[in-house]
């Protein structure tokens, strides 16, 4: 059997009626209660990093800078 949300559910079906219903639950609980941790940790990571960006970059382009950059024409090459 596999260790996962996919097995757990497959196994439940297999099994069928209230004991599969009984199983499936749990499983899917667990699984989302285990998203919990992974989400804090993606947010605690996330949050520095907007916050460094916002304070790091500018919020406007150096006045030396060209007005406007004109791409490459691809036709010219």
């Not at 639950?25 to 993606?42: E, H, I, K, N």
């Not at 990093?49 to 406007?60: N, T, V, Y």
Request: aromatic share 2%; charged share 15%.
């Amino acid at each position: 059997m596999r260790s996962s949300l996919g097995g757990a559910l497959e196994l439940a079906q297999r099994v069928g009626g209230t004991s599969g219903r009984l199983l499936a639950s749990p499983a899917r609980s667990a699984f989302v209660g285990g998203m919990d941790p992974g989400l804090t940790v993606g947010a605690a990571v996330a949050a520095p990093g907007a916050a460094l960006a916002f304070a790091a970059l500018p919020s406007r382009p150096p006045a030396d800078a060209p007005a406007s950059v004109d791409p490459p024409d691809p036709e010219e090459n």
